[in-house]
């Protein structure tokens, strides 16, 4: 097996040309078997195999840097980079990431896990090496989806005025998670390149190397002529505009051509672009016939692509299906997304009201505040954006949409813990971050029932409304959710509702009589939880039942602007009030109830909220263990703050 005898950049040198091929086929069924076990991001990966290789035969990393925007296509670098043996352990706990990350390799530069940011950070490095008389190529890899956001713009903007030798790998495979919407990506279906231009600029360049002094007397007059020259054979494209050589569009998948252009550019001063077009989920046929479901995929049977479905429904589902519903009856409801259709579930929607249906590419800040544009002109749109991505777009909440009080609905997807995909995607902040702006309510639903009467409230609202929720299926319902909401009041679930079989209580000789129990005065719990949490605090509840420990759950519907005397009465004759909050600790929910508690006298509480580190992945059992918020722990934390002295 080739692949196993490379340890390093070094070998894949060494390696002979015709061997490429058999190479390039090896890496591919390796993605494929472990993200099949592992789950990940598939299609991206098979597409940059030959680019991926022809980048690591040319430049020689890490002297040279190969940064990748948004790094999910990432796991060949890996495995060319010494770390092939230890790929079955991608997205496992305490296994290798499926991003870049600084500690795993001094191949890789940046952390990342977010898209756009790859020419930002290529610059800074180019220019901190140029400071200190480094050599060194940058090299920066991105998509054409990335090149969608904001912060790619403004990158490209700045390079093209410093001028220096950055160089820009775009990866067109005319996919970014969704298929690719927006001028840009029109725009670059059609860019083509005259390769008589570039044959007559390369020989220009040769000539003029050989001319002493020639960049500082006749640079500018030679910038100049290139222009003209360019201006004759072909339209300037937006690549030239901004200061930058183009070439392309190249085989992604033909090694030899990318790497004599590779080659090539490596001797040219000034930024330039690279245009690569590949297919997205290369070699094997479900990636390629549906990139956008392999993108990031659970594990699945490799036979045949599919992945295992689950008669339970997931909070993702329960509000595609939910916003159709209300989106039938109300002609003015609208959806946005950031080429997130699929994965915010938000493609049904897209499929049966195509009008009413926006994906603006990867740009957070601009969805959310076109949104604010549809809301002043009368419509009712609905965000829905993963939590670790509305980071990018807090300003635009606050100034565009919280100020104005503009009727915007935020839904984010995968808020609080979520597996497998590390530190970058973590849900953990949006609490913190939201909950003290003024004008903005932010709802917790519990439970698919809960959901539906969350997003209903907030579409009737005429203020802005945050909903966030789990990357996780929907509890067993309770009835209690069915309620009517209240603002600013919780769920009291009494313990009876989730484990009629635990109402008779444990003691050392096994179950009691109800009427010895009633003349016993019982320890009595209330958790306190936001409405992520809802399952393990269940568990927990049942775990003190079973020590004899009665546990009831108030369910915080809201985490800001929370009714604290209807949570008081609830809370004022228990042995203890645990909190429970899947988000970080400081400037959290949790907090503020556990201080206002205090306020009225009541001092037997703890919080159990997220620490202020970034969490590493793995399931989200294990997460929660690594925090001590699995069912054990916290029932273990209410257990000692009952018999606290």
Known sequence: MLLSKI??????????????????????????????????????????????????????SPEDAIIFDVSHQCYVHKMLTGRFSDFSTIRKKNGLSGFTRRTESKHDFFDNGHASTSISQGLGLLTAWNLQKKNGKVVAVIGDGSLTGGLALEAMNHAGQLGKNLIVVLNDNKMSISENTGAVSKYLSKLTMSG?????????????SKIPNSNRHIGKFVYRFKRSLKALFLSNNFFTDLGFEYVGPLDGHNIGELENVFKDVKKLQGPVVVHVVTKKGKGYSPAENDPAAFHGIGPFLISDGKVEHFDTMSFTECFSQTLLEFAEKDKRITAITAAMAKGTGLDAFARRFPER???????????????????????????????????????????????PEFPVVFCLDRAGLVPSDGETHQGMFDIALLRTVPNLTILSPATAADFKLSLEWALSRNKPVV????????????????????????????????APALSLKFDEDGLEDVSVQKKKK??????????????????????????????DIYSLRFLNKVDVNHLFEYAKNRDAVIFVEDG???????????????????????????????????TRGEICEDVKMDPRSLAECAYKVVYRK
């Open 357 to 403: 249906f926006f994906d603006v590419g990867i740009a957070e800040e601009h969805a959310v505040t076109f949104a604010s544009g549809l809301a002043a002109g009368g419509l009712k749109p609905v965000v829905a954006i993963y939590s670790t991505f509305m980071q990018r777009a807090v300003d635009q909440i606050i100034h565009d949409v919280a100020l």
């Open 196 to 208: 008589f231009y570039q044959n007559i600029r390369h020989k220009i360049d040769l000539a003029l």
């Open 7 to 60: 340890n390093s950049p070094d070998d894949l040198k060494k390696l002979p040309e015709d061997q490429l091929p058999k190479l390039s086929e090896e890496i591919r069924k390796k993605i494929i078997e472990v993200v099949g076990k592992n789950g990940g991001h598939l299609a991206s990966n098979l597409g940059v195999v030959e680019l991926t290789i022809a980048l690591h035969r040319v430049f020689n």
């Open 522 to 551: 019982l320890k009595s719990v209330l958790f306190v939880s936001t409405g992520s949490m809802l399952s393990e605090v269940i568990q927990a509840s049942r775990n003190l039942m079973i020590e004899n420990i009665e546990a």
């Open 584 to 618: 970080i600790c400081r400037g959290g929910v949790s907090e503020e109830l556990e201080y206002e508690l205090l306020k009225r006298g009541f001092n037997k509480t703890a919080v159990n909220a997220l620490p202020e580190k970034f969490l590493s992945q793995g």
């Open 467 to 498: 909903l966030r929720y789990p990357k996780s299926t929907c509890p067993t319902e309770l009835k209690c959710f069915s309620q009517k909401i209240e603002e600013g009041r919780g769920v009291y679930v009494k313990c009876e509702e989730f």
